[in-house]
């Protein structure tokens, strides 16, 4: 900050202080006896602080002196509603981490939680059979050793909508939910502490939806259990991950960070999917509700970006 000169009066003061503001120029007044002096906040506004002092000081009743005073007025409401907008949006880091996870993160736990409660079920209850039916992309028929799928997909035509959503929470081994949860709490965590629930639970319903359709359709009839019987988060995980890798190299105001090491072992470990080799311990994978889940994410985290730099441009 540094001092330009003095002024006569306060009211001369304040009006060209008030001037100073509608040209962007930081300034504050104060009292030194009869004068008030003028102090610039920017050094780098400093000459062009003086050159508009020395042009207030010929012609102080100007026009565009008096029309500064409304102007700046509307100015400074501005920043007071910025500033309070700013603190309803504050986060209140300590109380937000004293919190359990549960409490920060509901969508993700949810996720999480559901899903390891159904892995459960599935393994070491007497009602696997029930569940499957209950949340697979389609109902079966078991006869013998051989399972018929609804391929034709009626039961949500008939209004089953939760169909295109709920193969996610299906696991069908220990290391499928391990991972499957492991991620959804890194990725989805993140992303809801950033952008909230309401958001998060968009997003996995915009990565779901068209990640089990693709692999119903095109994922070939070779899943667990033999046909249509996939599921997992996996989809979700490759999606959230497109997401946040997309904003973290376009939008550097999400404050998103995928460390590369991070993209390197997803984007091996998709390609070791896709191989094959996985297989023999695993089961069958759905490869194709990863590859559209990881394009869908990417899409989001792009189109979200190109958006809201758009409306910057307007």
Known sequence: MRKIGTLPSEQQAKLFEDFLLTEQIGANIDASGDEWNIWVLDEDQVEQAKSELAAFEQEPTAA???????????????KIAQARAAVKRQVKVRET????FTSRCPVTSLLIGVSVVVYIFLEYSDFSI????????????V??????YDTRLLDIREGE???????????????HILFDGFMTYQLGGAIEIKKGSTKLALMVILIAIPSNLAQFYWGGDHFSNGGP????????????????????QYDPQSSFYVPPNMVTI??????????GVFEEFTGKIANMAHTVGLIMGIAIGLGSTWLREAGKSR
Not at 64 to 78: F, L, N, P, W
Not at 97 to 100: K, T, V
């Open 64 to 78: 565009k002196y008096q029309a500064a005073t409304r102007q700046a007025e509307a100015i400074r409401d501005e």
């Open 97 to 100: 981490w004293n919190q359990p």
């Open 130 to 141: 029930q569940i499957r039916q209950a949340l697979g992309i389609c109902s079966f028929q």
């Open 143 to 148: 006869s013998g050793d051989m399972i018929r």
């Open 161 to 175: 909508f939760w169909r295109l959503i709920t193969p996610i929470f299906m696991h069908f081994n220990f290391m």
């Open 229 to 248: 019987g996939f599921g997992g988060l996996s989809g979700v995980v490759y999606g959230l991950f497109g997401y946040m890798w997309m904003k973290s």
């Open 266 to 275: 997803l984007m091996v470990f998709y390609f070791l999917c896709l191989s």
